[in-house]
């Protein structure tokens, strides 16, 4: 089946620090890539996604690469700020799969001033 | 703001009874999919609704079911409320239902079960 994991949570860093959150995957077939992220009450908003391999998704200055030889999706940003903090989600959408997502338990971002 | 709207944002009910959440997808999206998020726990995919028909299901029983509308309003039906049901349901909806389409999510409705 289709599977996600991502590091363990809380990830705590200082304003302007460098963020890497891992993530890799199993899904059959060729999926897209998402990164999604879910501030404190809310629902989950789009951040950046990837299609195929080596594609680059950014946003906001997070950008994440397609790995398919090391079914990895690792979220990065150079410098956080304190409004970053939130839950990352990583998500893989298996192309069989009719865009049914499939999220890991997401990482907790704390980043303090 | 992803246009995305549930009814109600906070529900208590207690075991054994009936609930309906509502959703309001983006206007020209044919496909609308649930989400159950336990605290602390990442979002699990219920059931996804493509053109008014049931398009997918996840490991969900029975008394879980939905519906979709043509006007782009969806629902969520839990028959017999048992208390790991509290949780946050997320809709999301998409223009289609393929891999490369971006879901977008509502804020979603906080259920309590007692």
């Known amino acids: 089946g289709n599977s996600v994991t991502q590091m363990e949570g809380p990830v705590t860093l200082s304003e302007e620090a460098f963020l890497t959150i891992n993530c890799t995957y199993t899904?059959?077939?060729?999926?897209?890539l998402f990164w999604y992220v879910q501030y404190p009450g809310e629902g989950l908003q789009l951040l950046l996604k990837?299609?195929?391999?080596?594609d680059k998704g950014s946003n906001k200055g997070f950008e994440a690469t397609y790995r398919k030889e090391t079914t990895s999706f690792h979220l990065e940003k150079g410098s956080v700020q304190v409004s970053d903090s939130a839950v990352y989600f990583c998500?893989?959408?298996?192309?069989?799969?009719?865009?049914?997502?499939?999220f890991g338990g997401g990482t907790r971002l704390m980043v303090k001033p | 703001e992803t246009g995305v709207t549930q009814s109600p944002t906070h529900l208590i009910k207690t075991r054994g009874q009936q609930v309906t959440l509502r959703c309001s997808s983006q206007s020209g999206h044919n496909t609308v999919s649930w989400y159950q998020q336990a605290l602390g726990q990442g979002p699990q995919f219920i059931f996804q609704?493509?053109?008014?028909?049931?398009?997918g299901r996840g490991n969900f029983p029975p008394r879980f079911s939905g519906l979709q509308f043509p006007n782009y309003s969806s629902e969520l039906n839990v028959n017999a409320l048992e208390l790991d049901d509290s949780a946050l349901y997320l809709c999301a909806s998409s223009i289609e239902a393929g891999s490369q389409e971006t879901q977008y999510f509502g804020p979603g409705t906080r259920l309590l079960v007692l």
């Open positions: 899904a059959t077939g060729y999926p897209s």
């Open positions: 998500a893989p959408n298996p192309n069989n799969a009719g865009n049914m997502l499939t």
């Open positions: 990837a299609t195929k391999a080596d």
């Open positions: 609704y493509y053109r008014e028909e049931e398009n």
